[in-house]
């Protein structure tokens, strides 16, 4: 069965602090994401990254960074925590390749309030 | 990029009443077509998914119907049941291997 965790299911954290989100996964899988979920607005994809130390920018990276140096292990970083980015973090991961592997498995989700 | 479109935001029914919750895509491109359930206070997961290659795709009390030429999808609950109520995400995922998610919908099936 796969797993994906967070680091934290809920955190507080203040303006201009650098905070870490950490995401693990063990099924071997290629592909992990960072997602943003805010009411009504669905969810935004942050960051993705295909490989060990690759990453591309999704829709919203404005303010976000990531870093991925081991496969299992996909990292989102606030440089500078700002209140609009009180937000819960979804954190997932699939397979690579076509027909049949294109489930993503969600971690739980951290729920990052910036006061 | 691709553009989802999802309606309604929020869903009341009965419980025995179907639901119907309606996408729609931009990306003519787009060839694979997931709905996942988030129930409250936990992950999204996959409950049914349809690949352009087919129209319909049923599980139980849920199926998925795509209409390509329109370029929409929707996803139909029968005999609807209070654990059902959720919130409901489609997403559409083309050459880019990314997928693109709707807003998703709320649905509430009262006892």
């Known amino acids: 069965d796969v797993k994906v965790t967070q680091s934290s299911r809920y955190l507080v954290k203040r303006t201009g602090e650098k905070v870490f989100l950490e995401c693990v996964q063990d099924?071997?899988?290629?592909?992990m994401f960072w997602y943003r979920q805010d009411p009504g607005l669905g969810l935004r994809l942050i960051y993705f990254?295909?490989?060990?130390?690759?990453?591309e920018k999704g829709d919203i990276p404005e303010g976000y960074s990531v870093s991925r140096e081991k496969k299992e292990r996909f990292s989102l970083i606030l440089e500078s925590a700002s209140t609009n980015q009180t937000s819960m973090y979804l954190c997932?991961?699939?397979?690579?390749?076509?027909?049949?592997?294109?489930?993503?498995?969600f971690g739980p989700g951290t729920r990052l309030t910036v006061l | 990029g691709e553009n989802v479109e999802q309606h309604p935001s929020t869903l009341s029914v009965q419980e025995g009443d179907s639901a119907v919750i309606k996408c729609t895509y931009s990306d003519s491109a787009s060839n694979y077509f997931p709905w996942y359930k988030q129930e409250l206070g936990k992950r999204p997961q996959l409950i049914i998914d349809?690949?352009?290659?087919?129209g319909e795709k049923k599980d139980q009390r849920i199926a998925v119907t795509l209409n390509k030429t329109a370029k929409h999808f929707s996803l139909h609950i029968t005999e609807t049941q209070p654990e059902d109520s959720a919130v409901y995400f489609c997403?559409?995922?083309?050459?880019?291997?990314?997928?693109?998610f709707g807003r998703g919908t709320s649905l509430i099936v009262h006892p």
């Open positions: 990254s295909y490989d060990v130390k690759m990453k």
């Open positions: 997932a991961s699939n397979p690579s390749g076509n027909y049949g592997t294109d489930t993503q498995y």
């Open positions: 997403a559409a995922r083309g050459g880019s291997y990314i997928p693109t």
């Open positions: 349809i690949r352009s290659n087919v």
């Open positions: 099924m071997d899988h290629e592909n």
